[in-house]
């Protein structure tokens, strides 16, 4: 499975970017798919999931209401939008894939996650 994530940039404060995962290989097995983040000196931290099987989803609070994970079945691709963006969401943003059930329904563990994007730079400016 390989998955190449897309749509980083700089933007202002309060603006809106869109990432892309598109995921490309053996896909059909796949449980959910997440996005995370790791700013400079931080860790990384899940951002949002969505489950392939009925598209339940995830937001971490600090994203809750600005963020939106969704799917396209047919393209194999998720997406992030990310609306009213803030200095704070700058980081390295990845997509990944899980090949496994678990028990943590919405995978909200990156141990959970089994192939990994490149990372997408987004940059929030004040």
């Known amino acids: 499975v390989q998955l190449q994530a897309s749509g980083g940039g700089l933007v202002q404060a309060g603006g809106s970017l869109r990432l892309s995962c598109a995921a490309s290989?053996?896909?059909?097995?796949?449980?959910?798919m997440g996005w995370f983040r790791q700013a400079p000196g931080k860790e990384r931290e899940c951002v949002a999931t969505i489950r392939w099987s009925g598209g339940s989803t995830y937001y971490a609070d600090s994203v809750k209401g600005r963020f939106t994970v969704s799917r396209d079945n047919a393209k194999n691709t998720v997406y992030l939008q990310m609306n009213s963006l803030k200095p704070e969401d700058t980081a390295v943003y990845y997509c990944?894939?899980?090949?496994?059930?678990?028990?943590?329904?919405?995978?909200?563990?990156?141990?959970?996650?089994?192939?990994w994007g490149q990372g997408t730079l987004v940059t929030v400016s004040s």
């Open positions: 290989g053996r896909t059909f097995n796949r449980y959910a």
């Open positions: 990944a894939t899980s090949m496994r059930y678990s028990d943590n329904y919405y995978y909200t563990g990156e141990n959970l996650y089994d192939y």
